[in-house]
């Protein structure tokens, strides 16, 4: 934001489901715990199962629920259902949340992908927060900004715009065309693989702020 305006604290983690490398473990507490050990205005999280049945016996509380702990307001956006739950993107805050969409921009069967955004009042001042995962093959990552690129001008055009996610962008294709369309990577961190981190896949862009 401007010099006029509040400097955001933002992070974005894909949290996979809460598991660990290879679904060994289940470590949604130790994530909790993470992204606790700040104060943010606004938590990015990529693949939330926020229902599971078999979880759900165990700990009686939704991902969700357990991730705001109480302390955010949780906002989530639904991808993929299956049997026993479903997974998607969620968005924790206490800003003042005017409005709630989740699109749909899945281009392949094999990976049920969304495009979830909050339009948020920030002191007067309307921002739109999108979080996001997009697919592995730089192909369909390409297909899904086209997507994005005409949500955005359909529905949030010439608007502050705030994109955070897991775009799994080993190439820097998805960075490039975003530039292109005026959105710039506020987040250079290499994320990829966490053992020894090599590429920067877990971005945040703005646009018209």
Not at 13 to 42: A, T, V
Not at 97 to 110: E, Q, R
Not at 159 to 167: M, S, V
């Amino acid at each position: 934001m401007n010099q006029n305006q509040t400097t955001l604290k933002i992070v974005t983690y894909n949290i996979h489901k809460g598991k660990s490398f290879l679904l060994r473990k289940n470590i949604l507490k130790d994530i909790n715990s993470l992204i606790h050990n700040k104060k943010y205005d606004f938590i990015f999280l990529q693949e939330v199962r926020d229902f599971h049945e078999k979880e759900f016996k165990k700990s009686q509380a939704l991902q969700t629920d357990i991730l705001s702990n109480g302390i955010y307001k949780s906002f989530y956006g639904k991808n993929k259902i299956y049997k026993q739950g479903h997974h998607g993107n969620a968005i924790l805050t206490n800003h003042n949340v005017l409005n709630v969409k989740n699109f749909d921009i899945s281009v392949s069967p094999l990976e049920s992908r969304g495009f979830f955004v909050l339009t948020v009042d920030m002191n007067g001042i309307t921002i739109n927060m999108a979080c996001t995962h997009l697919n592995l093959r730089k192909r369909d990552r390409l297909k899904q900004i086209d997507l994005i690129e005409n949500i955005i001008e359909e529905n949030y055009y010439d608007q502050p715009f705030i994109l955070a996610g897991d775009f799994n962008d080993f190439d820097m294709g998805v960075e490039k065309k975003l530039l292109d369309l005026d959105f710039h990577n506020m987040s250079k961190v290499k994320s990829f693989p966490h053992v020894y981190p090599l590429f920067n896949l877990d971005k945040i862009f703005v646009r018209n702020m």
